[in-house]
């Protein structure tokens, strides 16, 4: 809990100290940073919301963390005319 209160004392939608527990300040905050940013306004911390306040999951350490990428895909006159062709007929664009 004071982990999300620092990261909304630091995005400017509480200040003080955190207290650590989840209290009418801290739910007023966390539903006001959601509502900003379009998400639902629940009491329950969205996801994303705990994400965008960089508290979401650490893959920094996972196994292909060094080689992944999330670049674009290579482009379409790459891919063999059989394996496209493939692609047409299991998504039914020819049919």
Request: proline share 7%; charged share 20%.
């Amino acid at each position: 809990m004071t982990e999300i209160q620092q990261a909304l004392i630091r995005e400017k939608y509480m200040s003080g100290e955190p207290s650590g527990s989840w209290d009418a300040n801290t739910e007023t905050a966390m539903r006001k940073f959601q509502a900003d940013q379009g998400w639902q306004t629940r009491l329950t911390p969205d996801s994303r919301a705990l994400k965008k306040l960089g508290l979401g999951p650490d893959y920094s350490t996972a196994i292909n963390a060094k080689t992944s990428t999330f670049a674009a895909p290579p482009p379409v006159s790459t891919i063999p005319t059989e394996q496209a062709a493939g692609f047409a007929q299991a998504s039914g664009v020819n049919r």
